[in-house]
């Protein structure tokens, strides 16, 4: 059974390029994550899709933004990017269910993609 | 507000037992978090306990939760040098709600 996976692995852009993240849930999982993750810092949640609409957000510019496919994999891009930007990203994967929001395991995390901003 | 603290480094003599602190300021948090990360790597999930839970023992791992004083602790027994890691407390208000992280505790392993 495959956790989540996350592609690519490490990715090097210039500021002002646009860059795509990709993450696959784990199997049976249907609501994803993304948290930037700076040098020496805790993981810091960007938002959380779910039924294909971003359902929470948190405190990042709108050059940030994603989506969700039907089959419940996840897509981050950020435009115009600065240095800044520089971090691992996080993507995270739950089972919300249909019990009032409630899931009924935690969520997992992919090893990330290792974005640098030259 | 939503804020975790923890203490940034921790040096342990390798067979001793090492004891993480956090506090956290959200009474609202259901769950509460213990993630392991390893340089170079992703988040690995240590351990978690329920607000309306005291303690919580798994091996080498034992939480302990003050919901009074927002106060969780991670105790690993007979640290050993494949701990030295980073550990992230870490809350939220349900399970698949946004995960609020601390800063990290690096976890140093003496000899």
């Known amino acids: 059974d495959a956790g989540v996976t996350q592609s690519p692995t490490h990715l090097i852009k210039t500021r002002g390029q646009q860059v795509t993240l990709r993450c696959s849930p784990k199997s049976g999982h249907d609501t994803v994550s993304w948290y930037q993750q700076a040098l020496g810092q805790g993981p810091q949640f960007i938002f959380q899709?779910?039924?294909?609409?971003?359902?929470q957000r948190g405190n990042f510019p709108d050059r940030f933004s994603g989506h969700q496919f039907p089959n419940y994999s996840s897509e981050l891009n950020v435009n115009a990017l600065l240095l800044g930007d520089s971090a691992l990203y996080l993507c995270a994967s739950s089972h919300r269910g249909t019990e009032k929001g409630y899931s009924n395991q935690p969520q997992h995390f992919g090893d990330g993609t290792r974005l640098s901003i030259l | 507000g939503e804020d975790v603290e923890q203490s940034l480094f921790l040096s342990v003599r390798e067979g001793d037992s090492s004891v993480i602190n956090c506090t956290y300021t959200?009474?609202?948090?259901?769950?509460l978090y213990w993630y392991k990360q390893e340089p170079g790597a992703g988040l690995q999930l240590l351990t978690y306990?329920?607000?309306?839970?005291d303690m919580k023992q798994d091996q080498r791992l034992t939480v302990l939760l003050n919901k009074k004083d927002k106060h969780l602790s991670l105790r690993i027994a007979d640290t050993q040098t494949g701990d030295s890691a980073i550990y992230f407390c870490?809350?939220?208000?349900?399970?698949?709600?946004?995960?609020?992280f601390g800063k990290g505790t690096r976890l140093h392993i003496l000899p």
């Open positions: 306990i329920f607000s309306n839970m």
């Open positions: 870490a809350e939220s208000k349900r399970r698949d709600d946004k995960i609020i």
């Open positions: 899709y779910y039924e294909e609409e971003e359902r």
């Open positions: 959200d009474s609202s948090s259901t769950y």
